[in-house]
């Protein structure tokens, strides 16, 4: 089984600071099926970042993704208000088919 | 417009039964695998289930194995979710998303539905 985990748990940051959030993988995942999701309260996620580092339709490219095997990063430039919000890494791969990280809160500082 | 709007949930003792729909609309359903996942209150997300475009193809996570039940409706465009046996641990929001073509990772999700097993 794969587990993701996130770092760190809580990030406080400013608006117009960069933010930098990791996922690290117990073991090697493929990038082609690497994702994060942005996830506001009381709202459904929302894919950012798809084969680690492409933007979704429609994702300012403040948003960035990198990394291979076992550690990937997501970079926002510099943030906006309306960043704020928790994120989640997704790996496909075995069992089980699909496993996210506990999430990563960014919080106003 | 893409749209995925989850149905069905609501308060259920332990041990008893409930389904959930997924209606979708704005893109042809039947070209795409289709997804349960689920977020315990206060919790991260969870995959729960999977179905590939004519229903031929399911996976579980394991915990619903024996439990759970994924299918599809393709004339109706709709997705369901039969969940049998509950347990308390299963009370989450439960989102239907859609796999999106060019890779696994899900690209458009419901506004979810609560599911609450409680005595």
């Known amino acids: 089984e794969i587990v993701l985990t996130q770092s760190p748990g809580t990030l406080s940051l400013s608006p117009g600071e960069r933010a930098t959030l990791s996922c690290r993988a117990s073991?090697?995942?493929?990038?082609?099926?690497l994702a994060w999701y942005q996830q506001k309260p009381g709202q459904a996620p929302r894919l950012l970042i798809y084969?680690?580092?492409t933007r979704a339709t429609g994702i300012p490219d403040r948003f960035s993704g990198s990394g291979s095997g076992t550690d990937f990063t997501l970079t926002i430039s510099r943030l906006e208000p309306e960043d704020f919000a928790v994120y989640y890494c997704?790996?496909?791969?075995?069992?089980?088919?699909?496993?996210f990280g506990q999430g990563t809160k960014l919080e106003f500082k | 417009e893409v749209q995925l709007v989850e149905s069905g949930g609501g308060l259920v003792q332990p041990g008893g039964s409930l389904r959930l729909s997924c209606a979708a609309s704005?893109?042809?359903?039947?070209?795409?695998?289709m997804n349960w996942v689920r977020q315990a209150p206060g919790k991260g997300l969870e995959w729960v289930a999977n179905?590939?475009?004519?229903?031929?193809?399911?996976y579980y996570v394991d915990s619903v194995k024996g439990r759970f039940t994924i299918s599809r409706d393709n004339a109706k465009k709709s997705l369901s979710l039969e969940m049998n046996s509950l347990r308390a641990e299963d009370t989450a929001v439960y989102y239907c998303?859609?796999?999106?073509?060019?890779?696994?990772?899900?690209?458009?999700w419901g506004q979810g539905t609560l599911v609450t097993v409680s005595s």
């Open positions: 704005g893109f042809t359903f039947s070209s795409y695998w």
């Open positions: 997704q790996q496909y791969g075995t069992s089980p088919l699909y496993s």
């Open positions: 084969g680690a580092s």
């Open positions: 073991q090697s995942v493929s990038s082609s099926y």
């Open positions: 998303s859609r796999r999106f073509a060019a890779g696994k990772n899900f690209d458009y």
């Open positions: 179905i590939n475009q004519d229903g031929s193809e399911k």
